[in-house]
């Protein structure tokens, strides 16, 4: 019988931060355990971590928290000590998800391990690099190092053809392949019971239409325009209920706009338990989701699995297939 495959999956976030790479990183890794290969997820250190619930294990590395800046712990990828772990582990295939410190990280381990190096752009980093970096010279060479960083690894794969446009944007000159993500929703419903347990701590009028959200809270989500949308439907006289869920640097700002919505807008933070998640897709009778800036958007997938139609922006990465 042949040795199990393992595969060493990289992401500079993972949980407790919760997002749709990091999710992403643990759909991989499920997947990869069930078929009965090895996955070994690296990522940064975090204060509030409990790796013990994943049934794979999780190397974790030294970090410096940077959440108040970028809502992210950076990682510091230099360390002897992770390098010495998965040497010991039989190695067979490197995979990053993150063209920073993760992806540097990988290309030392590749060195030690001897193994090919799979990088996977999920994101539009010029628009975070914009956002971070004054002058465009500091950031056309932050890019520069992004697109050099790639170009290093064996293969590259691209979340949708809108992400492969981004990327070759950046600087990025060589080959790539479009790979979709997936969801670990199972498609359909769940029981009306589970829906009114999640969301009996809410006031959600039987009868008025319940708008849904879920991710980072960020302005590039396009957040302004579901606001500016449910003003004008309040205006209009129609009541209604939206729901964002998710934590996010611009979660202060978004609750202040949304102020004169009064309690027909309803912030949950972060919700981690993928059922109770499951739940609310149920409840809801529209997803918005009007950002041009994911690259993939796997909530509009979690939706569409919970029969949760979407509202998207023509056009988008996020609405590519619909």
Not at 5 to 18: A, E, G, M, Q, T
Not at 261 to 276: D, H, P, V
């Amino acid at each position: 019988m042949p040795e199990p495959y393992s595969v060493s999956l990289l992401n500079d976030s993972f949980p407790p931060l919760i997002d749709g790479v990091a999710n992403t990183v643990v759909n991989y890794a499920r997947e990869l355990t069930k078929l009965g290969d090895r996955a070994i997820v690296v990522t940064p250190e975090h204060p509030d971590a409990d790796d013990s619930r994943f049934p794979f294990p999780v190397v974790r590395y030294p970090s410096v928290d940077t959440r108040r800046l970028f809502g992210y712990l950076a990682g510091y990828p230099f360390s002897p000590e992770t390098l010495r772990q998965l040497k010991e582990q039989k190695v067979d295939l490197l995979h990053s998800h993150c063209p920073v410190m993760s992806t540097i990280l990988a290309r030392s381990i590749r060195d030690v391990v001897d193994a090919p190096l799979v990088f996977t752009y999920h994101t539009k980093f010029d628009v975070d690099v914009a956002k971070l970096l004054r002058g465009r010279l500091l950031q056309e060479s932050a890019l520069y190092v992004l697109a050099s960083n790639i170009s290093a690894c064996d293969e590259v794969w691209v979340v949708s053809h809108g992400a492969g446009e981004n990327l070759r944007s950046i600087g990025y000159q060589g080959d790539y392949q479009v790979m979709e993500n997936g969801v670990d929703m199972p498609r359909g419903r769940v029981s009306e019971e589970a829906i009114a347990a999640a969301t009996a701590d809410y006031d959600l009028p039987e009868g008025v239409p319940v708008f849904l959200f879920v991710g980072r809270m960020m302005w590039y989500k396009g957040l302004r325009i579901i606001l500016d949308a449910l003003k004008l439907l309040q205006a209009g006289g129609q009541d209604f209920r939206m729901v964002f869920i998710g934590s996010g640097a611009d979660a202060a700002e978004v609750q202040k706009y949304a102020k004169p919505l009064g309690s027909k807008c309803i912030f949950t933070g972060a919700i981690s338990q993928r059922e109770t998640l499951r739940a609310w897709y149920c409840r809801a009778d529209l997803f918005l989701f009007p950002s041009s800036y994911d690259t993939n958007g796997l909530v509009v997938r979690e939706a569409a699995a919970c029969d949760l139609a979407a509202v998207l922006i023509d056009g988008s990465c996020a609405a590519e297939g619909v």
